[in-house]
């Protein structure tokens, strides 16, 4: 069991500059969700996946964001047209599939791509 | 719509002290309920969860938490502090069926004095 890793773990980018950010979750876990995190504050989810299919997208994600997991397994995050307030900590996280019986809805995070807009 | 909120953005114990970090939640359904501590420069870990059965909860590091549904509470606790829990202490919530969207609070910062 590797974890879930991100990367990159540090962007920094101008403003208007499209950034891409990648996570591969445990090869086992089926859910996998994308968060954001600014400072001082909890994780405000953003979208989250079963398999490929995106079941759920926050009102936080405007039309600039876009997030994939073609094959079921890595995603990605893609912010186009970055503004400063898009700097932010983009965390990612999987849960797994349980044989038989209700998920028990634990995330297991990574470390996390940190963003900087200038 | 679920939310929580926890009390107080910091809170300093000194080494040995109780532990007390509080957390109250809403939802329109059985919650499932969960605390995450954060420590520097890692990502967010499990402390421990609260699905069903036993509202008493035991976690890692010898953290507990009590789900207390009349006072829609979840405060987590551990009986004598230590230095290596300075952290960030996250509470959550999410439905016990369906989507399983985790709502995290604002989260509690800890300091441990010697």
């Known amino acids: 069991d590797t974890g879930v890793s991100q990367d990159p773990r540090h962007k920094i980018t101008k403003r208007g500059q499209n950034v891409t950010f990648r996570c591969d979750p445990i090869s086992e876990h089926n859910r996998l969700y994308w968060y954001r995190q600014t400072l001082g504050q909890g994780p405000e989810f953003l979208t989250y996946?079963?398999?490929?299919?995106?079941?759920?997208k926050s009102r936080l994600l405007s039309d600039r964001f876009s997030a994939e997991r073609p094959k079921g397994s890595f995603s990605t995050l893609e912010i186009q047209r970055t503004e400063q307030g898009d700097s932010a900590m983009y965390l990612c996280?999987?849960?797994?599939?349980?044989?038989?019986?209700?998920?028990?809805?634990?995330?297991?995070f990574g470390e996390g791509s940190r963003l900087t807009v200038l | 719509a679920q939310s929580v909120t926890q009390l107080g953005s910091h809170v300093s114990v000194s080494e040995g002290a109780l532990v007390l970090l509080r957390c109250n939640y809403s939802?329109?359904?059985?919650?499932?309920l969960f605390w995450y501590v954060q420590y520097p420069n890692q990502g967010l870990q499990l402390l421990l969860k609260y699905t069903t059965g036993a509202t008493l909860v035991k976690g890692i590091n010898g953290f507990e938490a009590e789900f207390k549904k009349s006072e829609t509470s979840f405060h987590l606790t551990k009986p004598s502090a230590h230095m290596s829990d300075a952290a960030e202490y996250f509470c959550?919530?999410?439905?016990?069926?369906?989507?399983?969207?985790?709502?995290f609070g604002a989260g509690t910062r800890l300091f441990v004095k010697a």
């Open positions: 996280a999987s849960s797994p599939r349980l044989a038989g019986g209700p998920r028990t809805g634990e995330l297991f």
């Open positions: 959550a919530v999410s439905e016990g069926t369906g989507g399983f969207k985790t709502i």
């Open positions: 939802s329109s359904v059985p919650p499932y």
């Open positions: 996946f079963q398999n490929e299919a995106q079941l759920e």
